[in-house]
């Protein structure tokens, strides 16, 4: 071979001072050359005098005038297919390629944008953005045929492992060496199995991240566009232009090396993989990361000076360790599933010579008895699952959750509890994680009483492959592996033996406490070498189940089997079934319905400021107000639970609970506050409408003065005083007649603008509200009320101008409306400083709107306001909410406002609030995309733009950020007219440590990209 086959060749030496040289006397211009980086060749940008750029390329003497025609025929058939390139631009003799000094040198555009190599993350989108572009390659050069293609080099991956073994010795650390050997020997036994039925034609040959320039979308993500070099082009296996792509995206995120299976599905919907090419894919994704490095370590090694090189090599064993973090054979399963093809012996194919009594048909066995023979007593089928009643009120965050649900089998009497397979155990969620915790059971574990020493029987018949201290395994007929772990083997029971159904195994002995058995089923194919880790890597405790990530179920379910048909037990198996729900979900609701998320999870239980969702990935909940106490409170739902077994009616009835709670809300009032009456109704929306009614009653005048950009509900009233046009685009051109939209006085956004000791900004406000108010009496429009929020909530908590509010209520109280507060978000502790928001302000109200906090999710809203205000609704009828104001909805208030007292969670939303505010404004130090952040409390809004001096809102960017905090574990989301601020307004009960989780994962995002 050559000494390019070979591995490595020395760059040509040509400096910046000769390519500036060849542009004059080749191209017959004046530029200026700055240096490329490239392993093999030398490449320039050549910037003439009026800034027009273009880019240098001289070919290492290896490559012929055949090869160089090939990538200019290859141009051709890329633009013919619409795939952005760089065109050849010809020299003065009108040629492609020109000679200087030996070298040939072509000179070609210059592609808008920039190589991608080093931004960091890439979104879902954008991976598949670039499966489609590989996609497209492959189509476009289809048909492609020429002489310069049938090219011998290393980087053609046919000859990947034998390269990597030539070039493995440069590699100076030795366990690096071992390792890239090992993975580059275990991918091309697995490539051996399908080469022969592999596609060849000519492909692009490193279709990477370095070789395709990206340019900015709206959603301020950099999206693959132009593809570049061509310096590998050749006749190759098509399926290895996906994999060099894909392997090209692993250091972006290689925490994450499955996220590639975005870039491998859409490379397959546009150009779909035969099953052959669906199981090459991993095997030459490891064979791309080996030559790799090792030919990184071989270039330095001949060409010590080649700094580009010499960067490289860390970004090189990053693709490599993410390439081989998981089994090579279940990254191929996860492709299969991905793809949707069948691996092989499918589970539905599964037959098995089972113990009498122990068959698929349960009715006619008794649990566990093909296991333990001798079993005496009733068995327990426990839940440790996500949805479990058993592990309500945050059971499952303690250390001995699953010892004590086991636990819980024996008081009934049971003889043995059984964790079922596959079941998404709660037990093991982890807060405060950027990734979900290993949750899935590969196998069912059977816990068995103290005392009791049980025999250990085969459930089904096969041949003894493995026997260790502590189990077996099974080789069945049907291609599947039985592993029994936990219990002493009989001596009898040796390698090689043929053992019957029901034959007795070992023993599992009788000890003081509990102990488990573990029962597997494996598929054999993924049983050989040593690396599925139900095979290779025992839990520290024996007779335990080995569990996985949520992301690697959907190929461990391939893997393994249920037993429980075995056992006769009942199949539980789960899945994560998002997709489903949101297909389901899409099937009946209207368009207009609001859903978060591109990818929703799916969430089913929720405890304190985390929500959990289906596979028990747990998030921090920094969005849901409406649970102030937490989720899941257990005084709530004890409240609930009492209440709706002893009365639940209407309010017009006489029970105790009304008046109790009514005076507990009153209490917590102001002293000097002169409100005396309650109005309980269902939603802060029915809230505003009553408060609305009440003032338009109260005063006999129509009009209300609400504030521009302000959110109040969706009622008929209280949607009309809702002016903002993040909800209704239209909001301000369809107000009815009744509503008068004034100016919102934000400080940082609005039309006077100052810091907040300046006192003139909430003057300048306030004029401006009399001058409307004035405006209005000349109009002969008497003023019912104003309605304000006591902190600008849409707009992401930003806290009114000094003085505002104060003068506000004034100017108004002298036109002869009322004031209404809309504390419907920021009431009820949340400021911290405060219980109520207007308090901030240092005004009392005429009348209160209050709701979500009331119930911590429970639907209660109310209304308090003075009894002569409250009676003036007599003029308009009866009122009467079925539901408002009811026992239960009493109680549950009642509990939620003992809960805030007990807990201090007024004052935890004072100190928490203060620390996580510290933690965003830290951040702007570092991250000149977050401009103020706003609020107090727990009642916070971190504003993304794009110039802090402009204050260009960075509304795609915020998206983009709240996608990538939901894939770390924070749940974040937009909020304010222009969308770009990130609303914090988590249950009262956040903790420090969360807080820190919080802000250290929106610092990931910053550095590392959305």
Sequence with gaps: MTEEQTGGLVRPDV???????????????????????????????????????????????????????AQHAALEAYRAAGVPVAAVLPGLDGEETQRWGGFAVRRSEFAPGAPMVDLGYFAPRVLEEFGALAAASVRALAELQHPGLDRDHMWVMAVAHEQTLALASAIADAEIRERVVDAANRAQFALEEVGAELPTQAIHGDLTDDNVTGLPGDDSRVHPHTVLDLGDLAYGWRVAELSVTASSMLHHDPERPLRLLDLIAAFHRDAPLSPAEARAVWPLIVLRAAVLVASGWRQLEIDGGNEYARERIAGEQAIFDAATALPLAEATEQVLVRLGFHGAPSAAGLQLSVAPGAGLERSAAEPLRSLLSELVGTVTVLDPGVESEALAGGVWQETHAEAELVASAWTTGAAAAVL?????????????????????????????????????????AGVVRT????????????????????????????P?????????????????????????????????????????????????????????????RRFTHDPAGLLALPELAQRDEAGDELARREQIFASAQERYYERPMQIERGWRHHLIDTTGRAYVDMVNNVTGLGHGHPGVADAVNRQIRVLNTN??????????????????????????????????????????????AATGQRTVVALREAYHGWTMASDAVTTSAYDNPYALENRPDWVHVADVPNRFRGTYRGDAADLSVG???????????????????????????????????????????????????????????????????????????????????????????????????????????????????????????????????????DAMAEEGLQENARVVGEHLAAGFRSLADRHALIGPVHGEGLYLGVELVRDRETMEPAAAEAAAICERLRELGVIVLTTSERSNVLKVKPPLCLTRESADFVVAALDRVLTEGW
């Design 496 to 556: 090689g033996s043929e053992l019957a159904a029901g034959a007795t195994l070992g023993e599992l002995r009788a000890a003081d406490a509990a102990r488990p058995l573990t029962v597997a089923l494996v598929r054999s194919d993924a049983a050989e070498g040593a690396e599925p880790p139900i095979l290779s890597v025992p839990t520290p405790e024996p007779g335990r189940a080995q569990l996985v990530e949520p992301e690697r179920v959907a190929a461990w």
């Design 15 to 69: 400096s910046e001072a000769d390519a500036a040289s060849i542009a004059r006397e080749c191209y017959g211009i004046e530029a200026v050359a700055t240096e490329l980086g490239s392993n093999q060749d030398r490449n320039f940008v050549l910037t003439e005098g009026d800034g027009s750029r273009s880019v240098l390329r001289v070919d290492n003497p290896v490559f012929t005038d055949p090869e160089r025609d």
């Design 763 to 897: 003057e300048r406000y306030a004029a401006d509200l009399g001058a409307d108010l004035d405006a209005l009496a000349t109009e002969g429009r008497g003023v019912a009320a104003f309605i304000c929020e006591s902190v600008l909530g849409n707009a992401g908590g930003v806290m009114l101008p000094e003085g505002y509010l104060q003068a506000a209520y004034e100017r108004v109280r002298a036109a002869g409306g009322l004031c209404i507060a809309d504390e419907v978000q920021v009431g009820f502790g949340r400021m911290g400083s405060s219980f109520w928001g207007f308090e901030q302000s240092g005004v009392r109200p005429d009348i209160i709107a209050i709701a979500k906090p009331m119930g911590n999710g429970f639907p209660i809203g109310g209304v308090i306001t003075s009894k002569r205000v409250a009676d003036a609704l007599a003029s308009q009828g009866q009122f009467f909410s079925s539901a408002g104001g009811n026992p239960l909805s009493c109680r549950v208030g009642i509990a939620v406002l």
């Design 651 to 696: 309010s017009r009835f006489l029970f105790r609970e009304l008046a109790e709670y009514s005076e507990r809300l009153l209490a917590q009032l102001p002293e000097d506050s002169e409100l005396d009456t309650v109005l309980l109704v269902n939603s802060g929306s029915e809230a505003v409408d009553l408060a609305l009614r009440l003032a338009q």
């Design 467 to 494: 026997v260790t201290d502590r189990g077996l395994l099974l080789e069945t007929a049907g291609g599947w592996i039985l592993s029994i772990d936990g219990f002493a083997v009989a001596s009898s029971v040796m």
């Design 420 to 460: 079922p397979y596959g079941v998404y155990r709660l037990t093991r969620t982890e807060i405060d994680r950027a990734s979900g915790a290993a949750s899935w059971p590969l196998g069912t574990e059977v816990w068995v009483a103290a005392g009791v020493a049980e025999l250990v029987a085969a459930p089904a």
